[in-house]
């Protein structure tokens, strides 16, 4: 594609724009545009010839038809001039009402297009990542976005209008020749500007895993949680330096960037200027020389220095038209990334509902490998989860437990085998019909910045009006009191940053997770799952947790995961993983009794936590 092509490419990109503002917004900027390019040259053809006037003036004294005239020629100039002023506010409304309307449209567009995909695989990737990162960073953000580049395109109109005007004066005034000139050194200046800005625009957006290792070094800095250990391992210096090379990772390759498309380049152009300018007023002062009239004189001067200053670069334009549009094709690739992505759910709306589980959940010869890794993480697994009891997954680290709680919420899909409900593939209903029959707490569960009511009640938002299920529930985990005692009751937020707002300790926290889930359980969601949610606390507090849960879901189909064994020796049934398979299960007992691994890693833990209570 030629270089005309792709500047032509990149407009029809940012006029397909327009649509997201309205035709009557776009049609109002373009006529305000159109004027303020007019009346600059106005102004200056106004001016030169007042200038021509006032010796004439002057000599006929203030009751000529001279004088009248001249001061006729002052108030068109100074209408010109005071137009300019009165529509520049007016011209600046309407850009950003234009900006505004089409961020916001395009957010809307990545909201639903990061919302789009079932599963949650295309969300782990690291391009697909930066994408996202780089279009959103753009649309919140940026004063170059893309729904900028949507006025800055018509605040082209303007300038170039301008050029036009100063232009057709110097061509008709003095010579065509001084008139081509002029534009040519203009626009050489203006490719040199915009050239510039698009290739510093490509290394920029280039940078996107320096830049994010950049912001998370900042944050680190200015956050609280991790200010502590910082201070109190003396880590300050140690954070500088890792600051100051992620700033020189990220300006760095940036600076060089700029050096190459603005030194060079810009003084080729500046030799060029300097050769057709100097040969301009030349020629102008020897026509001077020759007779030509004072008003002549001034128009080619004020229209030829008018038309060089826009040589510069147009702070409302071109960062907003070069850099907008890299922040719409990043919203593009992730939109296409995302839809290329094989959708999970493949199932039409009218598929029948999803039952409720009467008598297993079966795994059968499940094989699955992560995006990007070579050995899989569940390799042919059998696994059968008895409806009505309480299953307990326990395993080392890597085992695949986590993995198993992915498969069945269907955030990701197995490469083989399948997940059978009473022996029906749960791909045979949509993902929101079987989702509605899971209650899920993982082990970083959400902590909504929201009222204590909804973190409770978003375990079943289509029941988020049951005030009096958010209280059973909360009052069954043991956050009655707690809730009755907040500033606003069950509707204060659990954000201490917002009004009247307050945070919990991660117990209570724990508390209002498990009693998410319960209320999922009374409102339709017979499999409930907690994904090591209790991590973080002793082995003593996460015992206690496991057995509060499981008294509260007696009868209900339960999975607790967990990588301490004796947190889960209540559960009906211990499933142990390694290495993506299951290798023993059975009750606790009867697995003490096999003297198998279970056994094994059992007795390792208790003796090690005995240890520790006579150290203690």
Sequence with gaps: MSWLARRAAERWEIVKLFRHA???????????????????????????????????????????????????????????FVGQQLLAPVVALLRELAARRVDGALFRT?????????????????????????????????????????????????????????????????????AAGLVTVVLLFRHGQRGGLRRYAKVRFAAAGASRRLDYVRGLAVDSTAGKEIRVFGLIGWLREQLADAYAQLLGPVRAARRRVY?????????????????????????????????????????????????????????????????????????ARIDATAPVDAQPTAAPPAPEPVSEIRFQDVTFRYPGQDRPTLSGLNLTIPVGRCTALVGVNGAGKTTIVKLLARLYEPDSGAILVDGVDIRTYTVDQWRARLGIIFQDFARFEASAADNIAFGAVAAQSDRDGVRRAAAAVGLGELLAELPQGEDTPLARHLTGGVDLSGGQWQRVALARALFALHHGAPVVILDEPTASLDVRAEAQFFDEFADLTQGATTLLISHRFSSVRRADNIVVLADGDVVEQGTHEELMAAGGRYHQLFSLQADRFATAEVDA
Excluded: H
């Design 22 to 80: 309205g035709a009557g917004l776009i049609a109002a900027l373009a006529a305000v545009n159109l004027v303020l390019g007019v009346l600059p040259v106005v102004f200056v053809i106004a001016t030169s010839i007042m200038l021509g006037k006032v010796p004439g003036a002057v000599e006929a004294g203030l009751d000529s038809p001279e004088w009248a005239s001249l001061v006729q020629t002052f108030l068109i100039g100074a209408a010109a």
């Design 110 to 178: 990545l909201m639903e297009a990061s919302l789009r995909s079932p599963g949650i695989g295309p969300l782990e990737d690291r391009d697909t990542l930066d994408d996202l990162r780089n279009a959103a960073r753009e649309l919140e953000f940026g004063f170059q976005s893309p729904g900028q580049a949507v006025p800055g395109l018509l605040a082209l109109l303007a300038r170039y209008t301008s050029l036009a005007g100063y232009a057709v004066v110097v061509g008709v005034v003095f010579s065509w020749l001084a």
């Design 263 to 335: 030194l060079w380049p810009f003084v080729w152009f500046a030799v060029w200027g300097v050769l057709v300018t100097g040969a301009l007023f030349a020629g102008l002062g020897a026509s001077a020389a020759d007779g030509i009239t004072l008003t002549a004189f001034v128009l080619v001067v004020q229209s030829s220095l008018g038309a060089l200053r826009l040589s510069e670069y147009y702070g409302e334009a071109d960062s907003q038209t070069c850099i907008g549009i890299y922040g719409y094709r990043a919203l593009q690739k992730f939109t």
